[in-house]
């Protein structure tokens, strides 16, 4: 596997992947192709690479007829577009016949909208699609990870929705390291004073808050929660079951992403207390990593955040 400059160009290599494998692999683009970086599938596989132009209402039903005919469509462009525009026909003809199309949702959260602004800054994709049945979301939190999920989503059957960024995306796995179908994975086994959540490309940021506070004398486990609303939490609930705290950090809205599904989790299974980082408003236009710091997703805010809520 190469490396991918974001988390785009590990869906495009992705699907090429696959596609050259299984001859039933259709990609579908609502004029996207170039922004998902899929222009060379295009060119590989002309007959399987179909453009809809600007119509994802349209491309979303082009998914359910070929994935009533056996064929595994992914159609990939931006999260909010697709989410919003085509909610209603994810939600009647993919997962309500519980068909077997995947979505790759590129643009994600203020991390996808440092260059087009508010408009394509999209932190609501998560809460949307966690309230329709059937379907399975997969948040990962690199390219190398993303380039897995997206793997993962052809071996699921049924509706899988992959979350995207704009392509500024850093590693921070291993090239080989599988996606953990268990939902998660523990990062850092400091101590168990808080259980640090992280959910999608944000990794990075709660591992240096989980440093900070190791040298602060608070230590901490981190986990990268990258399966949402998934039909086997058990592995997750035992994580967030070490310790009496908790603390979320998600480039989402505050409702209906990770900080609401661990909240369900621990208040069904180990009650503790949860504080959720996200987002409250709109964000702005501006650059990604400044708005995150801005919007209280820096390392240090984290920290102190985690601090505040250990009452230290």
Not at 55 to 80: H, K, N, R, W
Not at 263 to 271: A, D, I, M, Q, T
Request: aromatic share 8%; hydrophobic share 40%.
């Amino acid at each position: 596997m190469r490396d991918f400059n974001g988390s785009k160009e590990a869906f495009a290599a992705a699907l090429y992947d696959l596609a050259e494998k299984n001859e039933k692999v259709v990609g579908v683009f609502p004029d996207s192709i170039k922004a998902m970086r899929a222009t060379d599938f295009g060119k590989a596989y002309p007959d399987r690479a179909i453009e809809c132009g600007i119509a994802e209402q349209g491309a979303v039903d082009v998914c359910a007829g070929l994935a009533a005919s056996g064929m595994v469509p992914f159609l990939g462009t931006y999260c909010g577009f697709m989410t919003m525009r085509g909610c209603e026909q994810m939600r009647t003809f993919i997962a309500y016949p519980n068909l077997n199309a995947k979505f790759v949702g590129g643009n994600a959260g203020l991390l996808g909208g440092g260059k087009e602004g508010t408009t394509h800054q999209f932190y609501e994709d998560l809460g949307i699609l966690s309230n329709i049945p059937n379907f399975t979301i997969l948040t990962p939190a690199d390219p190398y990870q993303m380039y897995h999920a997206v793997i993962a989503a052809a071996d699921i059957q049924g509706p899988v929705y992959v979350r995207a960024g704009s392509g500024k995306e850093r590693n921070l796995y291993k090239k080989d390291d599988p996606f953990s179908m268990e939902g998660i994975t523990v990062w850092r086994e400091y101590g168990n004073d808080a259980v640090l959540v992280s959910n999608g490309y944000v990794l990075d940021r709660v591992l240096k808050a989980a440093d900070l506070l190791r040298n602060q004398g608070i230590n901490v486990t981190v986990a990268d929660i990258n399966i949402l609303y998934g039909k086997d939490p058990s592995k997750i609930i035992e994580v967030l079951g070490r310790s009496n705290q908790i603390v979320t950090v998600e480039d989402h809205n505050i409702n209906g992403g990770v900080g609401a599904y661990v909240s369900r989790l621990v208040c069904e299974n180990k009650p503790a207390k949860v504080k959720r980082i996200a987002l409250s408003t709109f964000g702005e236009s501006g650059g990604s990593d400044e708005l995150l710091d801005k919007y209280g997703m820096s390392p240090e805010a984290i920290a102190q955040t985690t601090r505040e809520a250990l009452g230290k």
